[in-house]
């Protein structure tokens, strides 16, 4: 191991000394390595040599919708405004290709006895949790989700009904018709991006919708009584104050949602807060003081209502039922991802289609894949990054430190045979000195501080491997 060697210099550029203030809010880490660190796979290998010698006994499932009626300001996800006459169509039916030949690797690597098109799991491929996403899900039709939870049930043998499922919606887009579509089927978690209940704030946020109608979207989502309501909110945004922020954190606890997400805004390249060169009235300091307060002001108030910290952004109620793994569940390996914006997992590549933000490039990788008619073009991984022993230790000990409950270290010594602070010498000797560890809880944990887990997105990056951020600077973003 060359940690020590490697990364010191890095560490400390990231983190700065004692006597300089460490940017906050450096980077959202919710995979590893990051997207953008993945390259075109020259071999083009199968997925059944991929998942050859895989445990896939408890699988996670993820199918990308790449559809919005309106693209938020913020966002940078991989999803278009809108859908011409037929492509969700279009979209669901190659969503259907991809399955049926993802399911015939996984059987024909071994790992399935199981009988694509029956909906049973009667071999060894099973999955222990699914999720929808985009994109919004529920920017599909009633008649299209049904599809969609058919080719999940049928095409990849995924017992909705048996395992957690979440889904994500927009206020715009839960209507009745759906909502009951997602009921039926089996959905344990709704997650709406509500975002700010302060009109002008959506407005600034580039998120056109009316309070009135967020609050009908959570009332006929609370009739369908799926177990678990989870609402996004965004600090941070221009023009909002301690006091407008009160308001939305109230206006979600009077619905007493199951789960809330506290998220900071960022401005990255190519959104339309980007080209609308936001954030020019103020400097990066007074943004990350206004985040960092207002943060802290939520944390607290979540943590008074009832609600427990799982990590800097999830809060969950002490009474919510149980949904399997936590945050960063889209993070651990055996994750089969459906739809051109998904990813995958084995032990040693993270794996999907191509990846852009702007709208041409997104609506052109979106053409290709629904044009995609051949089962050898959906059965080989086209782009992606290896991830081998030293990226491994750093995967697993980024999502387990970013969470509340900290890392179990002789986890660590059980899968890696080492000791984190000798692999990771700098890094931790870096939080340590900011505070950010807690030297007063119990030896056996490797846990952050609520400063630590304050500064969760300055904390991630500082574990990025050398050869990582030297592939993210090196990108071009498109």
């Given at each position: ?54 445990r896939t006994d408890a699988l996670s499932l993820y199918l990308h919708i790449p559809f919005c009626e309106v693209r938020c300001g913020f966002c940078n996800l991989f999803t278009r405004v809108g859908a011409p006459e037929g492509l969700t169509g279009r979209y669901l039916d190659a969503l259907d290709r991809q399955a049926a030949a993802v399911r015939e690797a996984l059987d024909d690597a071994g790992a399935g006895g ?32 049904t599809r969609l939870f058919d080719i999940a049930e049928r095409r990849m043998g995924a017992r909705l009904r048996t395992i957690p499922l979440s889904v994500e919606a927009s206020p715009a887009t839960a209507t009745a018709e759906r909502l009951a579509v997602l009921a039926e089927r089996g959905t344990t978690r ?289």
């Amino acid at each position: 191991m060359t940690h020590a060697g490697t990364t010191t210099t890095t560490t400390a550029a990231l983190l700065g000394g004692d006597a300089t203030p460490v940017r906050p809010y450096q980077a959202y880490v919710y995979a590893y390595p990051h997207k953008t660190a993945y390259r075109p796979l020259a071999e083009r290998p199968t997925l059944r040599s991929l998942w050859r010698g895989e445990r896939t006994d408890a699988l996670s499932l993820y199918l990308h919708i790449p559809f919005c009626e309106v693209r938020c300001g913020f966002c940078n996800l991989f999803t278009r405004v809108g859908a011409p006459e037929g492509l969700t169509g279009r979209y669901l039916d190659a969503l259907d290709r991809q399955a049926a030949a993802v399911r015939e690797a996984l059987d024909d690597a071994g790992a399935g006895g199981g009988v694509p098109g029956t909906g049973a799991d009667t071999g060894p491929v099973r999955f222990a949790n699914a999720a929808f996403g985009g994109g919004t899900p529920t920017f599909l039709t009633a008649d299209e989700l049904t599809r969609l939870f058919d080719i999940a049930e049928r095409r990849m043998g995924a017992r909705l009904r048996t395992i957690p499922l979440s889904v994500e919606a927009s206020p715009a887009t839960a209507t009745a018709e759906r909502l009951a579509v997602l009921a039926e089927r089996g959905t344990t978690r709704l997650s709406l991006g509500v975002q700010s209940f302060v009109d002008a704030e959506a407005r600034a946020a580039v998120r056109p919708q009316r309070r009135a109608d967020v609050e009908a979207a959570l009332a006929r989502i609370r009739d369908t009584r799926i177990p678990v309501l989870n609402i996004d909110l965004i600090y941070g945004i221009d023009g909002q104050t301690p006091a407008t922020w009160r308001t939305s954190l109230d206006a979600a606890l009077a619905w007493r949602p199951e789960e809330i997400y506290l998220y900071p805004l960022y401005v990255r390249p190519l959104t339309g807060l980007a080209r609308a060169a936001a954030r020019t009235a103020h400097t990066d300091q007074e943004w990350d003081t206004q985040r960092l307060t207002l943060y802290r002001q939520g944390r607290d108030h979540l943590l008074a209502s009832g609600y427990e910290q799982v990590s800097m952004r999830m809060f969950r109620r002490a009474d919510a039922p149980p949904q399997g793994p936590d945050d960063h569940a889209c993070q651990t390996d055996g994750m089969i991802g459906l739809g051109c914006g998904a990813r995958s997992y084995t032990s040693t590549l993270h794996y999907s289609f191509d990846y852009a933000v702007g709208m041409t490039e997104i609506r052109s990788i979106i053409d290709a894949y629904v044009q995609e008619a051949t089962t050898d073009g959906f059965a080989r991984a086209h782009h992606g990054r290896y991830v081998d022993g030293d990226e491994a230790r750093r995967r697993h000990l980024l999502q387990s430190l970013l969470q509340a409950r900290g890392m179990p270290i002789a986890e660590y010594r059980e899968r890696f045979g080492a000791d984190p602070h000798d692999d990771f010498p700098a890094e931790l000797a870096a939080f340590a000195a900011h505070g950010w560890l807690d030297t007063d809880g119990p030896a056996r944990l490797l846990r952050l501080t609520p400063e630590g887990l304050a500064h969760s997105d300055a904390l991630g990056p500082a574990l990025f491997s050398p050869a990582v951020r030297a592939a993210m600077a090196a990108y071009e973003a498109k």
